[in-house]
């Protein structure tokens, strides 16, 4: 005689199996696609969603790896918004260091743009003191070039 599950392992088989249903779910993927990604067949994937069979542990570790799931809230239940929430805020502290790094390029491109406008009052000045010094004829045509904005950037 086979031994028989209890009640209570059939149970939490099956509210396993709906967890690991609501992940493909939430990934809105077929049996057949979400069976693909994580590298089983589709009648495995099956079996446990209708909780026949508890997941290996191979597939519970592609899972996880695959869709960034937290084992915990799949195994024993937790809610999948603490998940969420706590991805969100990976998410937000990414967004928060990359806008760092933009206002970080943004200041030196305004320093640089201060550097250049600089330069040009600089080249202006050089030019109009060559110009009341008595000057080459190719002068005039390096002053049109920069009052015309034609110089350096």
Not at 25 to 51: M, P, Y
């Amino acid at each position: 005689m086979t031994a028989q599950p209890s009640e209570a392992t059939v149970s939490e088989a099956q509210q396993l199996g709906q967890r690991f249903q609501q992940v493909r779910k939430d990934a809105n993927l077929s049996q057949a696609d979400f069976a693909a990604r994580l590298g089983f067949s589709q009648q495995t994937i099956s079996t446990v969603e209708i909780g026949l069979v508890a997941p290996s542990v191979e597939l519970l570790a592609n899972l996880a790896k695959e869709f960034k799931v937290d084992l915990n809230q799949v195994i024993a239940g937790e809610p999948f918004r603490d998940a969420e929430l706590a991805n969100l805020e990976e998410v937000r502290k990414g967004y928060r260091e990359l806008l760092g790094k933009i206002r970080g390029q943004v200041k030196r491109l305004q320093a640089g743009e201060k550097v250049i406008e600089s330069v040009e009052r600089n080249l202006k000045d050089i030019f109009n003191t060559y110009r009341n010094q008595g000057k080459p004829a190719d002068a005039d045509h390096a002053d049109n070039e920069i009052d015309q904005g034609r110089h350096y950037r």
